[in-house]
């Protein structure tokens, strides 16, 4: 039996995204894509009929959007330092059990964006601008200035990267550190 068309698509946006994860948009070929996904190749035609750039593009979305229901449940929390602890102890995991190979979905994708390509684009803006989003609304929630969302992201972004680089989650950790220390500090300050 076929998959049903919604399957296929949802099959192709997972696989898109999982290996875009891994080795970035140019990496990801469409042939790869296929394989990975199981579905079929005219499926792909037809749910994205613009190509490749818009399955990464809807892929790149799936993505933050499921990033954003986990850091959004977790921002929940009554303490924000322990919140964030436990996202950074989530990233930590990731890259160890993936042996520093899945890094953040959209910065794989991000980091090596061409000016043409400008539904991907417009997707890593609109996941970095919802996480920017839920990342303020915690930390007005905490009484801290909502302008440290940039910072935190940013920091953790780049904190990512450098794991993944040094194949070590020290740069994690010590970022970690440093982003609730600064909140702690400033949290103090304010009282």
């Known amino acids: ?96 059990q993936s042996q520093y190979t899945l890094g953040c979905p959209i910065a794989s994708v991000a980091t090596t964006l061409q000016p043409e390509q400008h539904k991907l684009q417009q997707a890593c ?14 930390l007005k929630a905490h009484q801290l200035p909502a302008a440290f969302a940039t910072v935190l992201l940013s920091s953790l972004e780049g904190a990512l990267l450098l794991s993944r680089a040094h194949q070590s989650v020290a740069p994690l950790k010590t970022t970690g550190e440093a982003l609730i220390q600064m909140l702690e500090v400033h949290h103090a300050q304010n009282r």
């Open 1 to 96: 039996m076929s998959p049903r068309k919604s399957d296929a698509k949802a099959k192709l946006l997972q696989a898109t995204s999982a290996l875009m994860q891994k080795q970035g948009y140019a990496a990801t070929g469409l042939e790869q894509i296929v394989q990975e996904s199981q579905a079929p190749k005219g499926s792909m035609y037809y749910h994205f009929p613009e190509g490749k750039e818009q399955l990464a593009a809807e892929a790149l979305l799936l993505s933050g959007a499921q990033y954003t229901q986990m850091i959004q449940s977790i921002l929940q929390g009554p303490d924000l330092q322990e919140n964030l602890k436990h996202i950074l102890g989530l990233f930590e995991q990731q890259l160890v």
């Open 125 to 138: 803006q609109t996941v970095f601008q919802d996480w920017t989003r839920l990342l303020e609304e915690a």
